[in-house]
């Protein structure tokens, strides 16, 4: 017997047939013996509909009237599929995140969560109950609902998850697991039957939309075996006896593996959501980074890739990214506050660029990956505007319409197409 925490995301949970399915899928890990929590996200679209709601009144809500409303969503699938659960004759009981005792800080609208109190969830489960928690959301010390930030039901089940000690935590998601590079960019991209959190940290920071960022940190921290998979595969019957740890999905662990047939890197992620500024012929002298990026920070603008170029003259250009949502934002800032002030020539900019990333901890074992994705890049002459670097990835930033040849030529130059041809998954 098992202790598994499952996690189902809004396209899983999306009209009645589908929690009616969902309910299946959790009755037959539970007449298996398992003892079984569930999160679940709102219904899909939902939360979204919520959000506009609130828009409609204001453009920038009260955040604990945000909190407190759009955390409804999450309270009707909790209902739903606990009454689905109920109708095959499983004993099925929901908890919101105050129920259950979700503790967070009272950061709303991206609270962190504190602490989970065990004792209620424990009890239930050894009563033969089947637990249904609501994603996203917790309470903070002074009884405010908080939500944890877009996509926030996956870190409640990782959390969920590390404090009960589950054996497991199963993210159930529209796709079949974590993938090398998105399948609708290039066909080619394979399944990955494993993946360490290091790597799938930085395959969500850089692009990668499967798991929330925070979700993959605190399962890294707190070492909760975390396994991707469809909730609509009807295969994986085989999984749940006690041998139920096989390649089904993507397991995402601390395990690095010994396999020498191991690739150098595992994945590519790419991220549209990115913009470029040049601040043109500033003085260089002490104080200019801090001069131009200082006021960015302020306005709660992330900085992402910077270069300074060589001084000539005393002169020198200044280059970084910034989210594109934010681009005119920080654009408006630099021309008002910063360009006269530390006499700058000009401020330019773009957001016709994309960030492609090359991720793989094979990386510190191995010389020349570097050079082998900037000689792939070359050989499809596409230019590199910025590059960056940390131990197990290397980033580039290039023109926009250049993503898809970026992508392809790279998987292909390091060994990541399937040998199978090409994959089902597309659109
Ligand atoms: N319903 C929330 C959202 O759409 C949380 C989640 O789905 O994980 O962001
Ligand atoms: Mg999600």
Redesign the pocket.
Known sequence: MALIVQKY??TSMGNITRIKNVAQRVKRWYDNGHQVVVVV??MSGE?NRLIGLAREISSDPDPREYDQMVCT??QVSISLLAMALQSLGVDAKSMTGDQVAIHTDDTHTKARIQSIDTDSILSELNAGRVIVVA??QGIDEHGDVTTLG?????TTGVALAAALKADECQIYTDVDGVYTTDPRVTPKAKKLSKITFEEMLEMASLGSKVLQIRSVEFAGKYQVPLRVLSSFDEGDDGIFDDKFKQTVGTLITADEGDDMERAVISGIAFNRDEAKIVVLGVPDHPGIASAILSPIGRANIEVDMIIQNMSENGVTDFSFTVPRGDFNKAMKILNEQVKDDIGASDVVGTSDVVKVSIVGVGMRSHAGVASKMFETLASQNINLQMISTSEIKVSVLIKEECLEKAVKSLHTAFGLDREDGESKVAG
């Open positions: 995301g809004g996200s709102a939360t969503g999450e994603g996203f877009r996509g926030g039901s996956d």
